[in-house]
């Protein structure tokens, strides 16, 4: 059981890593507007096969915040649009740790969950918090044991890695979310793309709004 959903890390992490973090090949694929939140530019890339998506919007919040509210990723599942019944952090550093999440997906679609390493910290003016996936039958066997023992069924993304990029700026924090995911198990390459374009702007719109409510603007 553990083998079976031990996690299948894309050939070259730490070259999809810096090929999405390169500013060539992003193309824009819309801009759509979130209610009470405004204009979330959509661009997408190809990189080493796998489909990466960003999101971005500029507002006028604080970047020490946004970066606060990106490292609570146990506090995600309050206010995140997505069902995410599990998240915890399975190392305690405060800019260094291991966490997993689990969402929820409506049947017949299997539930999909994703163990990270996760760096927050500075680069110049720049806030910017990083998730890269790590393999987790070979480093949390108890915690993947659990994890399935409550959601039987559950499998684990074949990608995932990205950011969140809090650039201040004359205009406000430009507002930044990439990431490289293929859900893997039995949904098509090309149908998780659609559902991850479509649900990316609320993302961040989600994101956004949960800063505010805690500065108090909501």
Not at 26 to 47: F, N, S, Y
Not at 83 to 96: D, E, F, W, Y
Not at 123 to 141: H, K, L, N, S, V
Request: proline content about 6%.
């Amino acid at each position: 059981m553990l083998l079976a959903a031990a996690l299948a890390l894309a050939a070259d992490p730490v070259a999809l890593r810096r090929e999405m973090e390169a500013e060539a090949g992003w193309a824009l694929v819309e801009t759509k507007t979130v209610p009470d939140v405004g204009p979330v530019a959509v661009r997408h890339k190809q990189v080493l096969g796998e489909d990466c998506l960003e999101g971005s919007i500029t507002a006028p919040l604080d970047p020490d915040a946004l970066l606060t509210a990106a490292v609570d990723v146990e506090g995600q599942p309050k206010w995140s649009s997505w069902s995410l019944p599990a998240a915890q952090r399975l190392t305690t550093g405060a800019t260094s740790f291991d966490y997993y999440q689990l969402l929820d997906n409506p049947s017949p679609v299997a539930d999909r969950f994703w163990f990270v390493h996760a760096t927050a910290g500075t680069e110049g003016t720049a806030r910017i918090f990083r998730w890269d996936q790590i393999d987790a039958a070979a480093r949390y066997p108890a915690a993947l044991a659990e994890l399935q023992s409550r959601f039987p069924g559950a499998v684990s993304t074949r990608t995932n890695l990205g950011d969140w990029t809090f650039r201040p700026g004359a205009a406000g924090t430009l507002i930044r979310y990439r990431i490289c995911t293929d859900a893997g198990g039995n949904i098509p390459r090309w149908v998780g793309e659609i559902a991850a374009r479509s649900t990316l702007p609320a993302n961040v719109g989600d994101f956004v709004k949960e800063v505010r409510r805690r500065a108090g603007a909501l």
